[in-house]
């Protein structure tokens, strides 16, 4: 067993890029003349036994690719993946196929983690026999009953499909067949989405409580930054591929260095990619929003307030210059911005 104070999960350097076929990346990508779109883009990060860490950012930014390449659903491009002491890029699927078990993903859609024809006790008792093929009948049902009770649903419920549940009860489900497997290390790829905020408050509760009862790792992934800051002990703010800001989720949440991660905490991010900005806020102290041409710089740079006000400095766009994480605050808080915010300040 490594050492208690050795991260679970430890990601290097990590690099996956696809080939170009349009978009927000393909500028980028022309500029560059290789012809492929950095998803994820040079990313580092650990993991701790008991620890949440949030992965936060715009749709589109990188996340669930991240997420993925960790599960080895798909190929890196470049970089390492460690779990447990144990290089896991270079493992072949069968080699990989007795930590997969440990490895579990809540994935993001309710309707497409579920098979529509099967009823949720034959959902269930597949994914523990897949861990235990050898368990007898009643320790097998023995089992159903404690994941329906480890995420608090009736015994009723498993005589039923997935279409028979409501939203909540289905998110439960695709985290209790996680939970068949005994995992140490959940990736949940915004578990809360398409819920009502009641019940996402539910299944914030719950994902905490299994933490605290299980001794469970959670890799959450959101676009939602308050939410985030609610269940992670750390946040990594990702912006187009990159981590550009890096710390406890406290202070990232509210003593943001990075412009961007100002702006995802003020909620105004997804509001200006789909109305191009945002009425509470002078289009002029926010920049050009183009999102076709992502610099080679700062990716953030058209985009970022502080940029603009500084007259457009040219090391932001500066190939050459690329700014990279950067203690702030201590050590433990990084950020990667030629001009971060001052402490305790937003971008206003």
Not at 182 to 209: F, H, M, Y
Not at 316 to 328: F, G, H, I, K, Y
């Amino acid at each position: 067993m490594e050492p208690m104070d050795s991260p679970l999960l430890e990601v290097r350097n990590l690099s996956k890029h696809f080939s170009q076929r349009g978009g927000l990346f393909a500028a980028l990508a022309r500029e560059r003349g290789t012809g492929v779109i950095p998803a994820v883009d040079d990313v580092s990060f650990d993991l701790h036994a008991n620890e949440t860490l949030g992965l936060v950012g715009e749709s589109g930014c990188g996340k669930t690719t991240t997420g993925k390449a960790i599960l080895k659903l798909m190929p890196v491009t470049a970089g390492r993946i460690r779990y447990a002491g144990r290089d896991i890029t270079v493992l072949s699927q069968e080699e990989f196929r007795p930590l997969r078990r440990e490895i579990q993903m809540i994935f993001q859609d309710l309707d497409a983690a579920l098979n529509p024809k099967m009823r949720i006790e034959s959902v269930l008792r597949e994914a523990v026999l897949l861990c235990e093929p050898t368990l007898a009948s009643g320790a097998l049902q023995a089992r159903i009953y404690e994941l329906l009770e480890l995420v608090n649903l009736k015994k009723n419920k498993l005589s039923s499909f997935p279409s028979e549940l409501s939203g909540g009860e289905k998110r439960r489900i695709g985290i209790a067949r996680a939970l068949a497997m005994r995992p140490r290390l959940i990736v949940a790829d915004e578990p809360t989405s398409a819920l009502d905020v009641s019940i996402q408050a539910q299944v914030i509760n719950l994902l905490r409580d299994l933490q605290s009862q299980l001794g469970l790792s959670y890799l959450f992934i959101s676009h939602d930054l308050q939410l985030v800051e609610l269940v992670s002990h750390r946040v990594a703010v990702m912006y187009l591929g990159r981590i550009v800001e890096m710390g406890p989720a406290e202070r990232v949440a509210h003593a943001p260095r990075h412009p961007y991660t100002a702006v995802l905490w003020s909620s105004l991010v997804e509001k200006m990619s789909r109305e191009g900005a945002a009425s509470s806020v002078a289009p002029s102290a926010w920049g050009v929003f183009d999102f076709e041409r992502p610099t080679e710089g700062c990716r953030f740079a058209p985009r970022c307030p502080v940029y603009a006000a500084r007259g457009r400095p040219a090391q932001c766009t500066d190939a050459s210059q690329a700014p990279r994480l950067a203690a702030a605050d201590g050590g433990a808080h990084v950020v990667a911005c030629h001009f971060p915010l001052p402490a305790q300040a937003g971008p206003g």
